[in-house]
């Protein structure tokens, strides 16, 4: 900025210097003006673009074309002029102060703008900045303009040099809110913070997060597109594709873009570009036959010249976007209907408005030979605009009218503001107060940055710390008839003035979506995860591409698309469609399951049998056969082996105190007394058969007491290794939630697993001790000796119990208790069965073997071979 202070400076003390008096520029700017005391400057397009050409410097360059007329555009300098003679006619506002206006084309060229602003600041004459060439009075006030935010930019820089107020009625570009680059700069379009949390409310609304951003490469397409991006993110909304639009449109830009448009899934396309840079895209869109897709208009081109155009309307239906809330202007419409060249002979523009809304031709500007144009019809300039369709000349919608409008009011109420002013308790050093004769323009613009008022229409004008007006926008829908007309349709309206979540109003059901879809379109990257499942995100892609995965066991999803799921409190487990916990069920071995009822019939049909047998050797306990096979022994065994059946008992059943204290112990004593006494009568039958030998050793251990030692030592020395279990690590109840899915297992908690395999290690030592002396004592006479069904016995019992470790590791729940039981049971009765079975097949059914003689005879038979 100091450079051009510099430049500045050179410049007016070259020219001054050079002549006494300032010179008119040999090229003067077209310029619309109409004389007051105070003059207001505006810049409006009235035309889209400037003519550029290729300037070679070999002879002096043109001045600048224009060309294509902006009908609605010409609108605002109408809105401009509506408000001056509002102003100059009315006592309240502004009284003995009269405002007059220069209006000039920027033709959306940012030169132009800049060329026409300091016109306007050096007084018509040599554009020279901060020297003005003014006559006094007029005093200038302010610029009105400009509209493109590019345009607005060039300006405000000059603008910004000597603080002259500039008030925008159409630039949206963010970084325009930046006091510090921009510090005379306001706007009446409403904060550009809005736009983007209002299209970012339409997506929440509709459920949209996969959406496509098309933004011009220009500032207010990069800082818009931004912007919005951020406000994406918050909101947990994807950007799909984010493309730049050249200036102007290349064939090969568009190319890519709608390669990407095609590629995409999304529905929705974000558009931050103006009206002129769209066409040649929609042109495109049409040429590549795509359907489908929601334009979502951001900033100005929605009520735009891209409407104008009937070929794009098919592509077009169903947009959706913001516009300037249009309010009405009391008798505005009347004032549109009464123009007419007559009436303002100095407006430079009416006589080309003219031509564009009535198809006829000026004969002073017709450059064709007029003697031959029959078929031309002449303006006369008494043309009846209340017949012009309003498809041509709009006399309704006033959307950015309404902002050119208040730019002019805010100005007056900052002049009134100003002449209000009362010396002693101004603004300004020493309570001094600006004079309206020749007040500075940083003066001004203190009062333009706090005015407040409400229009004739009842809006609200006042600019925040950035000169920012809150946004009020309308949300538009182009729909298109059956009949092929377009008419935009207000669905809804956002109110930034509005609370949180309450900002954004829509009518749904007022708007059309395009030929494709009846309702409102889905644009999601995937589809939604239905309760029962979580999204999980897709390595390598934004996160609303994702995949659904069910919960896992244990934990539910409630809602649509639920991110994580939720885990069920231990005492609950999630049902089959993980939508909702439900009570675990309370799982052990109970009397009244199958499972239960089979494992105590057999335990009872067992107990009864062994019952039996102690019943028949009671009965026969005088017969040889008993008496041969160590009665007592035989008797305690059975005992024994009826207790290993009834200790089942304490297994079924919900799990106590005191069952789980007790059962392992009684379990491994009992088991240790069986084995033992079977150890004791393996014992007493070598001894036994032994000692008929002549000179054996053993006949003074015939009929002694060490059968019984031997029971007594091998259950004792299982009864400590119990009772220091119980002592030391008692067992007890407990709920296990972890052990099986969905399921409370009540069971006892071992707390030394230790104790309980040194328990089995002893059964398991004292059994195979007891197998080996079998086998080797199984050649014994079959009259006294029953080693070979010891042997077998063992067998059997040692056989069970080995395959009773892995299968007890591998099984989980009230299915471990089972496998114990079940070992139990077995090994049992594999005991009663192989030992005492064929005895009392003899004693039973075959009592002529039950004695003495047979059994001696059988004897020395069994010797003599």
């Known amino acids: 900025m100091l450079p051009f202070l510099w430049i500045s400076t050179f410049l007016l003390v070259s020219v001054t210097e050079s002549s006494p008096s300032c010179r008119f520029s040999e090229t003067p700017l077209a310029t619309y003006k109409h004389g007051g005391q105070i003059i207001l400057g505006a810049l409006i397009p009235v035309h889209q673009k400037t003519v550029k050409q290729t300037l070679r410097f070999t002879a002096k360059p043109p001045s600048r074309m224009c060309e294509k007329f902006y009908m609605e555009k010409y609108q605002y300098i109408l809105a401009m002029l509506f408000a001056v003679e509002e102003i ?14 220069e209006v000039y084309d920027s033709c959306y060229s940012d030169l132009a703008a800049i060329d026409s602003v300091m016109y306007y600041l050096s007084g018509h004459r040599s554009k020279v900045p901060n020297y003005s060439c003014r006559s006094e009075p007029p005093k200038l006030s302010a610029v009105v303009g400009d509209s493109p935010s590019s345009g607005s930019v060039a300006i405000a820089r000059i603008l910004g040099l000597t603080h002259f107020p500039q008030i925008s009625y159409a630039s949206a570009l963010p970084s325009l809110a930046d006091k510090t680059q921009f510090p005379s700069f306001v706007r009446t379009v409403g904060t550009v913070d809005s736009q983007p949390v209002a299209v970012v409310q339409m997506m929440k609304h509709f459920n949209w997060s996969w959406v496509g951003i098309l933004s011009s490469n220009n500032d207010y397409g990069d800082e818009g597109s931004q912007k919005l991006k951020v406000e994406m993110a918050k909101n947990s909304i994807c950007v799909a594709f984010a493309k730049t639009l050249s200036t102007p449109p290349s064939k090969e830009s568009l190319n890519i873009i709608i390669a990407s448009i095609q590629k995409t899934k999304t529905n929705v396309i974000v558009l931050y570009a103006y009206a002129t840079e769209l066409i040649a895209f ?40 913001l516009a300037k809330y249009s309010s009405n202007i009391p008798g505005f419409q009347d004032f549109l209907y009464g123009v007419e060249p007559a009436k303002y002979p100095n407006d430079i523009f009416i006589r080309e408005f003219w031509e564009q809304v009535f198809p006829c031709k000026w004969k002073e500007n017709y450059t064709g030979n007029k003697s031959s144009a029959t078929n031309v019809t002449w303006c006369t300039g008494k043309e009846d605009l209340t017949k012009v369709d309003n498809s041509v000349y709009d006399t309704t ?79 538009l829908n182009w729909q298109m008839s059956e009949d092929m007309k377009g008419e935009l349709v207000n669905v809804g309206i956002f109110d930034d003035w509005g609370p949180n979540g309450k900002k954004l109003i829509l009518n749904e059901k007022g708007i059309i979506w395009g030929e494709k879809y009846k309702e409102v379109p889905p ?3 995937c589809d939604s995860c239905p309760p029962g499942f979580r999204k999980a995100p897709r390595e390598g892609q934004p996160f609303c ?19 994580e799921c939720m885990r069920c409190p231990e005492d609950q487990w999630s049902n089959e469609d993980r939508v909702k916990c439900i009570p675990k069920v309370v799982e052990f071995l109970s009397y009244g399951e199958p499972l239960g009822v089979a494992l105590s019939t057999i335990t ?83 001894i036994a058969f032994s000692a008929t030998k002549p000179n054996s050793s053993l006949r003074k251990w015939v009929g002694s007491s060490i059968p019984n030692s031997m029971v007594l030592t091998g259950s004792s020395i299982q009864s400590v290794i119990c009772m220091s279990w119980v002592i030391m690590y008692p067992s ?10 969905g399921v409370i297992t ?67 729940g009230k299915y471990t208790v089972a496998i114990q039981i079940f070992a139990i049971l077995t090994s049992s009765l594999g005991l009663t069965c192989c030992i005492f079975a064929p005895k009392c097949h003899i004693i039973v059914l075959k009592p002529h073997m039950n004695t003495k003689e047979y059994l001696i005879s059988k004897s020395q038979i069994v010797k003599k071979t």
């Open 604 to 686: 009872s049909a067992c107990s009864l049998l062994t019952i039996s047998v102690l019943y028949i050797f009671i009965r026969f306990r005088d017969t040889p056969l008993v008496k041969a096979n160590n009665r007592s022994l035989s008797y305690l065994l059975l005992v024994a082996l009826l207790f290993c059946f009834l200790c089942s008992f304490l297994f079924i059943g919900r799990p106590s105190i005191i069952t789980c204290l007790i059962r392992q112990a009684v379990f491994g004593t009992i088991f240790s007394l069986c084995v033992s006494c079977i150890f004791a009568k393996t014992i007493t039958v070598v």
């Open 282 to 321: 929609f042109q495109a869109i049409i040429a590549s036959k795509i359907s489908g897709k929601v334009w979502i208009a951001v900033g100005s081109w929605l009520p735009s010249a891209v409407f104008t155009q009937k070929d794009l309307w098919t592509v077009l239906n169903g947009t959706l976007g």
């Open 88 to 101: 100059n006619a009315s006592p309240l506002l502004a009284p003995n102060v009269s405002l007059g206006y």
């Open 397 to 475: 919608n006033f959307r950015l009218s309404v902002s050119v409008y208040n730019a002019v009011y805010a100005v007056a109420h900052a002049i009134h503001n100003m002449l209000s002013c009362q010396e002693g308790t101004g603004p300004f050093s020493n309570g001094t107060c600006a004079d309206v004769k020749d007040f500075q323009p940083w003066q001004l613009f203190y009062y333009i940055k706090r005015v407040l008022f409400l229009t004739s229409a009842g809006e609200r004008v006042a600019f925040d710390e950035k000169g920012e007006l809150k946004g009020l926008y309308d949300v």
């Open 746 to 812: 009540v069971e006892c908690r071992d707390r030394s697993i230790t104790f309980f395999y040194i328990m089995l290690g002893f059964l398991g030592c004292l059994a195979l001790l007891t197998l080996v002396i079998a086998f080797l004592a199984r050649n014994l006479p079959d009259g006294f000796n029953e080693a070979k069904f010891i042997t077998f016995s063992m067998l059997v019992f040692t056989s069970v119990w080995i395959s009773f470790i892995p299968a007890y590791i591998s099984t989980k």
């Open 523 to 525: 644009s999601v990257c």
């Open 545 to 563: 591409c994702y995949d659904c995965h069910p919960c896992s066991d244990g934990e539910i999803s409630n809602q649509t698309d639920a991110t």
């Open 732 to 741: 007890f109840p407990e709920l296990n939630m972890k052990t099986t899915k």
